[in-house]
């Protein structure tokens, strides 16, 4: 079974960045679309951002579109969320989901990381 391990979230007053980090532990890991997802207090899990195996081509919530981006090292096994100009709505958990290139539904799921932005 793969596992995700995410990483790299904190405490960030309103304008500052953060990088998000997701490790798998599977060595196919080039076979899955990757994607962050997050999830605001009292709120729904919403997406965030997805990217393809290869990391060409990704999808982004009309929310985060030019602040935040993702990437993916699929030598480390690692996909990446580069989060720019945090506002105090972007306080959330944030995790990192996985699914085979051939199907439609994440079901693979990391443990989350909070990110928390001051006003």
């Known amino acids: 079974q793969v596992q995700l391990v995410e990483s790299g979230g904190g405490l960030v007053q309103a304008g500052g960045n953060l990088r998000l980090s997701c490790v798998a532990s599977?060595?196919?890991?080039?076979?899955?679309?990757m994607a962050w997802f997050r999830q605001a207090p009292g709120k729904e899990r919403e997406f965030v951002v997805d990217?393809?195996?290869?990391?060409?081509?990704?999808r982004y919530a009309d929310s985060v579109k030019g602040r935040f981006t993702t990437s993916r090292d699929n030598a480390k096994n690692t996909v990446y969320l580069q989060m720019n100009s945090l506002e105090p709505e972007d306080t959330a958990i944030y995790y990192c989901?996985?699914?085979?290139?051939?199907?439609?539904?994440?079901?693979?799921w990391g443990q989350g990381t909070q990110v928390t932005v001051s006003s």
């Open positions: 990217i393809t195996w290869s990391g060409g081509s990704t």
């Open positions: 989901a996985a699914r085979p290139v051939h199907t439609t539904t994440y079901d693979i």
């Open positions: 599977t060595r196919a890991f080039s076979s899955y679309v």
